[in-house]
């Protein structure tokens, strides 16, 4: 089983809807939390980061950790086509030397 | 542009060379990380530089597998006698405090 769980999708969705995307952990350490955003061929963009358990909002975004759960969701309002990218979860026990363990990715396709 | 830059952005090798890869992090960033990423998947942790010390190293990086960053500013990789396997793309990301690191955009690596 790996560590960080993550539907690969595709996810299509029609603009102007709500996106909501999952990730499911077993590693019970994990404490930091990011979303990142990853267009095709190039690097990932941090979309949200977020320490222990509950919601971070930033404009259309909203990060959710459930930690009792081992559970987090990144929610998109208002969906963009320029929203259709590969979304990554990412998690870490520490900062600095603990290592970022990363999903495989959900690719989101949002339609005009 | 004060983004992490990764160089060259594209490397077509043969099988048995060797490469390197340069990675200049943010200028205030400390932590300078390297990670590997194939098709349909998140990024793998392969090293972690504090300033001029490597910390931590994932298993994925077998002894052919070298990564400096000798003054605490920029960082090479270096694949030796490279194989079909490493065709990746791997990047570099940065951190200052925290856990909040910024990718550069990658170098993609095709081994013939």
């Known amino acids: 089983q790996k560590e960080v769980e993550q539907d690969p999708g595709p996810l299509s969705v029609p603009e102007g809807a709500i996106v909501s995307l999952n990730c499911t952990y077993s590693n019970s350490a994990f404490q930091y939390f990011m979303w990142y955003r990853q267009y095709s061929r190039k690097g990932p963009e941090l979309l949200m980061y977020?320490?222990?358990?509950g919601n971070k909002e930033d404009g259309r975004f909203t990060a959710q950790v459930d930690k009792s759960s081992k559970y987090i969701s990144l929610f998109i309002r208002d969906s963009q086509p320029s929203d259709s990218a590969t979304y990554l979860c990412?998690?870490?026990?520490?900062?600095?030397?603990?290592?970022?363990?990363f999903g495989a990715g959900t690719r989101l396709f949002v339609k005009a | 542009d004060t983004g992490v830059s990764q160089d060259p952005r594209h490397k077509i090798t043969k099988r048995g060379q060797n490469v390197t890869f340069r990675c200049d992090p943010i200028s205030e960033h400390n932590r300078l990380y390297w990670y590997r990423q194939t098709l349909g998947q998140g990024p793998e942790f392969l090293t972690y530089f504090q300033n001029e010390a490597q910390l931590e190293k994932s298993r994925l990086l077998s002894d052919r597998f070298s990564a400096e960053r000798p003054k605490g500013s920029f960082s090479t990789l270096e694949i030796q006698r490279t194989e079909q396997g490493d065709s990746a793309m791997y990047l570099c990301?940065?951190?200052?405090?925290?856990?909040?690191?910024?990718f550069g955009p990658g170098t993609r690596l095709t081994v013939l």
């Open positions: 990301a940065s951190s200052a405090v925290g856990n909040e690191q910024f």
């Open positions: 990412a998690m870490s026990a520490g900062t600095g030397g603990f290592k970022t363990i």
């Open positions: 977020t320490y222990s358990s």
